[in-house]
């Protein structure tokens, strides 16, 4: 029997752990500081333990996050690892740094079953949920690097948008975000840890019943027709049942909040001044800001960026009507790891990598590399292999 991985329990989940081992569900306040405040997996070393309570832990449960496969840096200074499941996937995880703030985003899934058009994450398949000790250990290795080189800035934002549908892992996803904002453990404030959906409806509504965080919805198109497209899950939770389930969201989390909605601008598919104002009609009755993402290209991507006017001039339609919208800056690019690129390494269990490299090959798909920054040889970033 595998031990328990304790990196994954919040502070509720550990009170039922103790009070199983027939102790004070007070210990889990102390095992939540250890673990996280001070990034100790060594429960010998958790000296305000007793030394009894510390070897039946070491008998019966780990604090492990996965194994770290590979390290890439990108010239601008982001970081992306590829870290081993326990299903003997790879999944991604990135951290970039901006100036006083470092923002994780961590995958919840090994792949991803959605196959939304513009995602390279969802050619490769789908193999499997990841376990929330899974989720909060890709937190708890980037806190621990950052720790070790010595940075004064720890984890300061953490977004669930990486490889995977997060609502489609709820009670895993929701554990997590749980432990990332207990004072105890990392101690982020609600409004910095996001979980990203595709548009699940109902498990939007249950959402805020479960842990009290930021939400994102990826929305991409102003109707369904062209969202049916882009975003399969819409075919089953169309655009008037997500808003609406974004409506009792907000209503349930307090007139403070808003809804981010993603928007991947792709040319000459919906970056339209015509998409725009169908937008802003949408949207109207949703407290909520617009984050706009230019398209970031991966290998045989059907899509491609558009030009820096059409994002500006999408971006001024949407602040003239009144909106607070954003253009996300594109980062890591050079190591794939910009949005949409995260694709690790996934045993399909769906036969989709299979389909989508015959018909990249029936179509001679032409294959899209972002441009390589102009950078002298010596410069290129690191590729660092680790273990």
Known sequence: MLPDNLLGLDRAALERFF?????????????????????????????DLSRALRERLGAVAEA?????????????????????????NAVETVLIPDGGRNTLCVSSQAGCALDCAFCATGKQGFAGNLSAAEIVGQVWHATRELA???????????????????????????????????DLAYGLSKRRVTISTAGVAPRIRELAGRVDCSLAVSLHAPDDDLRDELVPLNRRYPIAE????????????????????????????????????????????????????????????????????????????????????????????????????????VTDRTRRSARHAERAAAAAVPVRIAAAPTVDSGAWPAVEAVG
């Open 148 to 182: 070790a080189r010595g940075e004064g800035q720890a984890i300061t934002n953490v977004v669930f948008m990486g490889m995977g549908e997060p609502l489609l892992n709820f009670d895993a996803a929701t554990m997590a975000a749980n432990v990332l904002i207990d």
């Open 19 to 47: 009070a199983g081992m027939g102790e004070k569900p007070f210990r889990a306040r102390i095992l939540l500081r250890w673990l996280h405040r001070q990034g100790e997996g060594d429960f010998a070393r958790m000296t």
């Open 242 to 345: 997500l808003l609406d389930a974004c409506s009792e969201w907000l209503a349930q989390v307090g007139q403070r909040r808003a809804v981010t909605m993603e928007y991947a601008l792709l040319r000459g598919v919906n970056d339209s001044l015509a998409h725009a104002r169908a937008l802003a009609k949408l949207l109207r009755p949703i407290r909520c800001k617009i984050n706009l993402i230019p398209f970031n290209p991966f290998p045989g991507a059907a899509f491609e960026r558009p030009a820096a006017a059409t994002v500006q001039a999408f971006h001024a339609a949407l602040s003239n009507t009144g909106y607070t919208a954003t253009v996300r800056t594109t980062r890591g690019d050079d190591i794939a790891a910009a949005c949409g690129q995260l694709v690790g390494a």
């Open 64 to 88: 492990r996050a996965p194994e770290v496969l590979s390290r890439h840096c990108s010239a601008d200074g982001t970081v992306k690892w590829a870290m081993q499941t326990a299903g003997g």
